[in-house]
């Protein structure tokens, strides 16, 4: 592989890791509240948690281009007072990357920290423990392992997101083309040996991303 | 034994569960056991002290503090209470070590002050060397000294404790029985414990509290309750072997003579109500002397003639029911059982003492419903 290839990769790579940081603490933070709590709009929270997962992701991609557009509610803010653009700059690909991966990762923590056996949690307050410090030492530990599959769905889930990157971020090559846009490139472009090389590192890092995602949920139960 | 230390009336209600009704609970120094059959409501009773459930109404004071006021809308979480938990199967954090478990509950402290406390807590109970260790690695017995360390380190003004030898197989349930009686006396910390096993009880209670469908029917020292049940129902929690309804014919010299069945006992007339007539007669088997049919004078009132029904051998006891004009349970030793040749249809007579009679009124009994 060449050395453009190459960067592509890490790109792609970097765009991924970023879009979990940029989604763990509020994902964590809705699958714990759906988790633990049966309050008011629980279920219309849920419905829209997972709607990217079930929407055509173009459509998702639609929404968050009308969103964080410079003439958008929140990218018109962004832009007033940050001076900041996101759409079709790296920033959207994070953006794209962590709603699509957003439900995954959700599920995935909702269903650990439910698993969580509350009694673990009531003797931790029963010893003095207030709320964050039973969430840190006790709930968020023992459902790591849940989380961290979930975390690995998600991450492998970024690595081939397609449809709502292209539409909020397009396709400028050296700026926002991720894997699987140069793989189309490619195509479009009749270089079905690039195509293919690319083809197989997505594979690989999806094949590994995946069977450890599968060994933890696995050792878990 | 002082009864200052905790205050607490209160209901509490779970959809399809009993409802919870305690009027007036006490609790002192010393342990107190909180008894009672499986679902009358122990754990729920347990769970509203610790403050892990909040009753409906009414009120608990501790220690000069109130922990919950349902007329104030007032409930101090259980992170407040300082009160050690012992839940059933102990609860113990499976990802942390032995030394972490117990020295949860102390992160307000020093990194040098905690370790310390932990340190000597895991040296009293014997638990030094298992700092490493996680809670799966332990035996249930030592799992159980680890909750109660962790419980305690903390010096709680009150310890929980939740039928603490549930999760223990039957020789490790006897063997340490004596073992967490020494350590509770030990702490000085007031105690509640929760069980339905009568022998725990009577081994490790100072004083019991009789739970039945969720209210607290009798409380006093454990061997008066066991023997005087104020009613029927209590008397069918604390197992007492020979219950009979029988008649008042007279009272005399504060001698009360009954007829049950077809023969005649004379008992204690103690707190009777004057227009009794109805009673029920409370033997403890262990109470029961068997001896020949050929019985010479004894100080004991009561000497009837029986002739033995059924015979049931348990370890070295064996639970023997005659028939002496009504159904009356002896416990004798399996070698007294031998020595006697005893057999189905054996005559031989039967000697209670008057004392050892508890009578209930039949009034006192309508608690049940």
Known sequence: ?221 | MNHDLLTATFRKQFPGGPAIAVDQLRLGSGITVLFGASGSGKTTVLRCLAGLERPEAGRIQAGGETWFDGATNLFLPARRRRVGFVPQDYALFPHLSVARNVGYGLHELTTGERSRQVAETLEWLGLTGLEDRLPRALSGGQQQRVALARAVVGRPQLLLLDEPFAALDTPTRLRLRGELRHWLRHTGIPTLLVTHDRFEALALGDEVVILHEGRNVQQGPVPAVFSQPFNLAVAEITAVETVQRGRLLEVRDGLATIAVGNARLTALARDLPADASEVHVCIRAEDVILTGADAVQSSARNHLSASVQTITRAGPLALVQVDCGFPLMALLTQVACDEMGLHPGHPLVAIVKAPKIHLIPADNAKDRD
């Not at chain 1, 970023?18 to 964590?28: A, E, H, K, T």
């Not at chain 1, 269903?111 to 968020?140: C, H, N, P, S």
């Not at chain 1, 197989?200 to 991303?209: D, E, L, T, W």
């Open chain 1, 1 to 221: 592989m060449s050395h453009a290839q190459w960067q592509l990769v890490g790109f792609s790579l970097r765009m991924a890791l970023l879009s979990l940081v940029v989604v763990l603490p509020p994902g964590l933070a809705v699958a714990w509240w759906l988790a633990k709590f049966n309050g008011r709009g629980k279920t219309i929270l849920e419905t829209l948690v997972t709607l990217p997962l079930v929407l055509p992701p173009v459509v998702t991609g639609l929404v968050l281009l009308e969103l964080f557009g410079r003439h958008g509610p929140i990218g018109g803010w962004l832009h007033r007072t940050l001076g900041m653009d996101v759409v079709f700059t790296w920033r959207a690909v994070v953006l794209a990357l962590a709603s699509m991966s957003l439900p995954l990762l959700v599920r995935a923590a909702r269903t650990a920290f439910e698993e969580v056996d509350a009694k673990y949690e009531q003797l931790a307050r029963t010893l003095g423990a207030g709320e964050w410090r039973v969430f840190f030492t006790i709930t968020l530990p023992l459902a790591r392992r849940g989380i961290l599959a979930g975390i690995l769905l998600a991450f492998a889930r970024s690595l081939g997101e397609f449809g709502a990157t292209i539409m909020v971020a397009g396709n400028i090559p050296g700026q926002t083309t991720t894997l699987p846009l140069a793989i189309y490139q490619a195509v479009q472009a009749d270089d079905d040996g690039l195509a293919w090389t690319l083809a197989g590192v997505s594979a690989v890092i999806a094949f590994a991303a995946v069977l450890a995602s599968e060994r933890l949920s696995r050792r878990r139960s």
